[in-house]
């Protein structure tokens, strides 16, 4: 059973462009987080979406960022007009049954942006 | 609102010491729990995970246990090896999403 996929691992873009990250969940899951780990900081939730769903947005910014995980195909983290303050590692996780608290979140690799 | 607190890094240690690394939490109820690790360059892997009070989760020698009178979910090893260098991250589950802390990095040298 391949792992949550995430591409590229590696996003280089220069300030103003728009920066697009791909995350495929492990096979059987259909939940869908989006987090964000600033330089020697922790991860942070942007974005919780199921099929063709935005459940949670709390923590995207107001501006610039947009998700969606459609039907067919992976989810896609966008980012428009890209800032140096965007520089991070991006992360995907993945779980079966979000609704239920002791489920586990599984993690892709991760796609690194750095805004130049 | 809810958070976790762990122990700054980086924690440095020879092969085969004892291990712990601090985490505290703050929250209503008795959310789920987590340790997670991150080897250079790579994303996060569940290491364990403790689902209610006085749980105690267990993984490749690692163990933590479930504290609600402490709110505490401390990472413990007994005996670490050079591979075990990396990044850990402690975690609490709130409804959909896990609040991390800021990670302690272990270096584990010969």
């Known amino acids: 059973n391949a792992g949550v996929m995430q591409n590229p691992r590696h996003l280089v873009r220069r300030r103003g462009q728009e920066a697009r990250l791909r995350c495929s969940p492990m096979?059987?899951?259909?939940?869908v987080y989006w987090y964000r780990q600033l330089p020697e900081e922790g991860l942070k939730f942007m974005v919780y979406?199921?099929?063709?769903?935005?459940?949670?947005e709390s923590g995207m910014p107001k501006e610039r960022f947009s998700a969606e995980f459609p039907k067919e195909g992976p989810s896609i983290l966008r980012i428009q007009q890209v800032v140096r303050g965007d520089s991070a590692a991006y992360f995907c996780?993945?779980?079966?049954?979000?609704?239920?608290?002791?489920?586990?979140?599984?993690f892709g690799p991760g796609t690194r942006l750095t805004v130049l | 609102g809810d958070s976790v607190t762990q122990m700054e890094g980086p924690v440095t240690l020879s092969e085969e010491a004892f291990l712990t690394i601090n985490c505290t939490y703050t929250a209503t109820g008795y959310p789920s729990l987590f340790w997670y690790v991150q080897y250079p360059g790579e994303g996060l892997q569940l290491l364990l995970k403790a689902t209610k009070a006085d749980d105690k989760g267990s993984n490749k020698g690692f163990e933590a246990t479930y504290r609600k009178e402490t709110t505490s979910f401390h990472l413990e090893k007994g005996s670490v090896q050079v591979s075990d260098s990396a990044v850990y991250f402690c975690?609490?589950?709130?409804?959909?999403?896990?609040?991390f802390g800021t990670g302690t990095r272990l270096q584990v040298f010969p």
């Open positions: 975690a609490l589950r709130r409804s959909d999403k896990l609040i």
């Open positions: 996780a993945s779980s079966p049954l979000a609704s239920a608290s002791t489920d586990t979140q599984y």
């Open positions: 096979k059987g899951h259909s939940h």
């Open positions: 979406l199921q099929k063709e769903n935005i459940i949670d």
